[in-house]
């Protein structure tokens, strides 16, 4: 709609910036009314607040687990036996599909502290219970698509890309944990 | 009226023409958008209607951000809010827009009623576009009912009772239609979840109208201030970018005046006592309404009285029944003004004596509203009475009868000549006469 | 015209927006000198720190603050561990544990202020059939805000002469109706400041008003921040709109 008379050119740069301005501080300011918007379906301050869970490990015995809520998330705990930490410990790394030692996954050998969730897509692994299938490696396997992790948490077959991922947690007694 | 409309496609990009040659939406966009004619001589009054349609498109994206927190339940539907206004990121943010976007946008509404009914623009042949418009004002005002009562505080849930109660009044039938309205025996937790339901989705009906509103505006063209048509080129300018850049103009300078509201001044418009959680066992000392239905309240309040017969004792309207039916009939009855409106004239510009009625009737919609916020006692009811009175003599007598008896002032014979002549021309309103606009 | 509009807007607001305020039987509160009024307000933080030990140790024996959490107050000036530490203080109810049973803990960061009495029920037995209302938006919920608070505080009077007071009932200036259940509680009870303020009836009103308002509307300091750079964006933008307007008309005669 360029077509009003344009007698001189120097006036016609001067409107052309003039419009680009415009346009521009437009943009800026669709942009600034839509982030507050889109920010506003990130976790609230109530939900990040929530973001630890204290875990009491007393009563848990060697070989027994316990399963709790963290960020809506289920968090394997579990008291693993002196066997099932030699396995995890003694794994030749060169045959892991990511490859990871046991002592970087866990703070307190005697637990295994790790997300529930399957890396493949996000299904919560079977083993927690003794009764459970935990798969060849003794640690846990994923009903949906077959994924086999060893006691350390770590994927041994199976379409799952990667280990359990690990929380952040720290021991606040000899039989207490804080995840988050 | 469509000057532009040329046979070939003029975009040069393949996508484009690709698209355009099957569903010319983008020919669509130029041809109603672009070179729309629109009169030249157009004053800010014409402004509002887009920036309704501004208000609306904030409220409905606000809106539904603000859903995604809320919980349509008595128990949690408070604290929902507090949620939003404390722990979600931006969430006063978006619930003071979304609030005092409600306010803004009744305001603009109501300005952009006045210039049609000033400037005569339900008259022929836009009496459709101007149904359409009332009706629009009509699920505005649902909508904007049942967002009040959403947030579930003491204002949320009296207003809900007396207005639901209102139904009430409709003679045999009025008990049932109440409780069917609320799903119980009160305004209950049943009442918030369909209020809730309903809420979300009368803005999206009211965008298919505001859709209709527009293209049956863009079938007869626009009405300007000398309410006369345009005769040729010399008197339309193309839609854009004369009046896209004056209504974002425009948008710009009510922007601000909202922003003033939403960061400044968040609860000015709103009632202290909502911010108290909603309790079915304490009413509040003094119930008013949100400051848009204050007029429509007031015209409830003020049929204090029976109709009957005279003399006889019997009544065939309760006071109750006659106020309902005032108040609604005082929408009802714009619905007709395009035929009750005998005047040859569109613009108040040329009508002496109906320009002052048009003021009046101003005053009297002001004066309303400030009866409506005040407790109905006193000299005010007879005031409210009053005032009732000449909205309805207004519509169904004023109109009818000056069309036949006021004698017009000269129209000039085009919107772009009588400009040269204006100095001398005779007393035109006042309104109208402050400077046509820009530099003239 | 679009004076006429502008005058307009104004009228339709302030003719009809002021909702009527006026509670019977109330005296006006005069207007305060708060920190937070204004386009650049912001709150007085030490003094609604001061505010928040007298809500502690005065007002929660009767008032809830359910909206507010302790985490808030990191708001209010505080850092993580007094937060932690102010939220120790308190006891609630959690549960049911592994074996069914609820059991008691400290409060923490991200529990909400926990009442002194367990329900509405609880609080009415305590406080002779009256419930003492949620202090967390009482700035809001109340025409005067701020400044009737205040009022309300320092407004306990003797009843004027030929007025009975029923047992148990007390007399203030401002209260609409002026009877009510609470006593002139700040004359009672007083709080030793951390800062060293001394504790006059006055200064624990105003302190614990300014700590309502925060309670109220604790986002207020950010919104009237970002209403500025809002504002002044927008008053660029209309300006460039206005210019581009003016270009645009400047060959259209009229």
Redesign the interface.
Known sequence: ?ADTTDSDGHTGTRRDFLYLATAAT?GVGVLAFAW??V????P????LALATTNVDLTGVEAGQAITVMWRGKPVFVRHRTQGEITAAESADLSTLIDPEPDEARVINPDWLVVIGICTHLGCVPLGQRTTDERGEYGGYFCPCHGSVYDTSGRIRGGPAPRNLDVPEYSFTSETSIRIG | MAHGSSGGTPFKNPVVRWVDSRLPIFSMMVKEY?QFPAP??F???WN?GALAMIVLMVMI??GL?LS??YTAHVDYAF?SV??I??????????R?IHANGA?MFF?VV??HI?RGLYYGSYKKPRELLWIFGVIILLLMMATAFMGYVLPWGQMSFWGATVITNLFSAIPLVGDEIVTWLWGGFSVDNPTLNRFFSLHFLLPFVIVGVVFLHVAALHITGSNNPKGIEPKGPQDT??F???YT??D???S??F???F??F???A????G???N??PANPLVTP??I?PE??F??FYAMLRAITFNIGIPFTGVTIIEAKLGGVITMFGSIIVLFFISWLDTSPVRSARYRPIYKWCMWLL?LAV?VL??C????AEGLLVVVAQICTFYYFLHFLVLMPLLGKLERPLPLPRSI?EP?LREPGAGPLPA?AT?K???K? | ?????CV??A???V??????SA??GATHPPAQDWEFNG?FGTFDLASAQRGLQVYEQICHACHSLN?VAYR?LGELGFNEDEVAAIAANYQLSDGPDENGEMFDRPAEGSDFFVPFFANEEAARAGNGGAYP?DL??IV????G?ADYIYAFLTGFEEPPDGEELPAGRYWNEYF?GHQLAMPNILDVNTVEYTDGTEPTHAQMAWDVTNFLAWA?E??MME??Q???K??LF??V??AL??A???K??AN?H?
């Open positions: 709609m437009a507050p918007l920010d506003s379906m990130n609230a301050a109530d939900t | 672009g030249r001589n004053n800010y009054f509002f994206v606000t951000f995604m927190h604290n507090e949620r206004m404390r722990d979600v990121n931006f969430g006063w943010l978006m003071y306010s305001v109501f300005i006045f300018l193309p854009h970018p004369y850049i004056k974002m103009f425009g710009g300078v922007m601000i005046i922003a003033m939403v960061f400044f968040p609860n000015y418009l009632h202290a006592d911010y108290i000392a003094h008013v400051w848009y204050l007029p101003v002001v509203g400030y409506g916020s005040q407790p772009s400009v309104g402050a046509p606009m820009e003239s | 015209m679009w004076k006429r509009a307009l807007a009228l339709a607001c003719a009809l927006g002021g909702p009527a509670s019977e386009l909206h808030h209302p967390s938006l809001k919920a109340r025409s805000g609409p109220a604790p986002q919104r009237k970002m209403g500025l809002v504002v927008l008053l933008f209309t709109m206005y581009v307007k003016r645009v008309w259209v009229h």
